[in-house]
């Protein structure tokens, strides 16, 4: 555990509500501000605001509400324990709003302590630019199959308007200019965006930036997928809980498959955990399998790579284990 966890935790433990403020509160966020650019009417524009609970009690968020009908906002997981992450969801309500926006979000929270956190979103809303449809949506996609999906980018005007450039950050992800007409004081671009087949197995969520004629304005375009793995695994984040030293707790992880597959390794560093794989040798679609941690005499968190080896001839997606061995003061606490 780092020295600045460590002072959280203890702080946490120590201090009243009077004198620890809301600041605790607002050290669980990585971002507490986001800007959208300047975004097409009606295209898809979100920001998770992520969440990380740095304490040994539960965090509960109790509401999430907006300053401004523009942006909606959303509690992806209201409760979040030791180390568990979480999100507050922001959705630019570009349909129905046009120009210059920003808005307040307001995170309240009840437990351990009551605080309220503000984040900050902004844009700016096009009214002669829309998307058909309004973001790209790859689906479900099998690894190792290339995908494409058209698009139309449509902008009313009569300047010669064009898009000259599509960026991307994702080197799966690439997109070129089909074709370009002019139509009655109207232009329409047709792109296609291409998946690469040696994608990786997982969620896909990102934006091409288009670049047009007008110079430095650029415009993101959400892309969303999921490669499907052939195996997974829930949760994708084991948590052990918050244990003594000496503590000794078994939690279980469910490995799926598409058809039936054995188990044949399972693989840590670390030798505090321990998995059980001998109780069926049978191939199924489905095995829950017994993880067992040991708690050493270190206080801290103790976080650990975990890769399962199945007769597949591929590995199940690496997950993450984690427990939290507490120190004397926050045995003391319980």
């Not at 009077?18 to 009417?41: I, L």
């Not at 973001?135 to 898009?163: A, C, H, M």
Request: a positive charge; hydrophobic letters at 40%.
């Amino acid at each position: 555990m780092s020295r600045k966890a460590s002072l959280l935790l203890f702080s946490f433990v120590v201090a009243s509500s009077s004198a620890f403020g809301q600041e605790w509160a607002s050290k669980m966020f990585k971002t507490k501000e986001h800007d959208f650019g300047t975004v097409a009417r009606g295209a898809k524009a979100e920001f998770d605001f992520p969440i990380s609970n740095l304490y040994l009690k539960d965090v509960h968020i109790a509401s999430a509400y907006s300053s401004c009908g523009c942006t909606s906002v959303e509690i992806v997981k209201s409760t979040l324990k030791t180390y568990e992450e979480g999100a507050i969801h922001a959705r630019f309500n570009t349909p129905t709003f046009l120009g210059s926006r920003s808005a307040t979000l307001t995170v309240v929270i009840d437990k351990p302590m009551a605080a309220t956190v503000q984040l900050h979103i902004r844009g700016v809303i096009r009214s002669d630019v829309t998307f058909e449809p309004s973001s790209v949506q790859l689906g479900d996609v099998e690894p190792g199959t290339p995908v494409e999906r058209k698009v139309k980018v449509n902008y009313f005007g009569w300047s010669n308007w064009g898009i000259t450039d599509v960026k991307s950050s994702n080197p799966n992800i690439t997109a070129k200019v089909l074709s370009t007409k002019k139509l009655n004081g109207s232009t329409v671009c047709e792109l296609a965006v291409s998946l690469d087949k040696n994608a990786t197995a997982g969620y896909l969520q990102d934006n091409l930036m288009l670049v047009t004629t007008e110079g430095s304005t650029q415009m993101p375009l959400a892309v969303e997928g999921r490669i499907v793995s052939p195996l997974t695994v829930s949760p994708s984040s084991l948590f052990m809980g918050v244990v003594q030293p000496g503590q000794e707790v078994t939690k279980s992880l469910v490995v799926k498959g598409a058809k039936p597959f054995r188990v044949l390794s399972i693989a840590c560093d670390d030798k505090a955990f321990k998995f059980d794989t001998s109780k069926d040798d049978t191939a199924k679609t489905v095995h829950v399998i017994p993880v067992t941690f040991v708690a050493g005499t270190s206080a801290g968190k103790v976080t650990q790579s975990i890769k399962i080896v199945t007769d597949l001839g591929s590995a199940a997606p690496e997950l993450s284990a984690y427990a939290v061995i507490s120190s004397q003061t926050a045995a003391n606490e319980k």
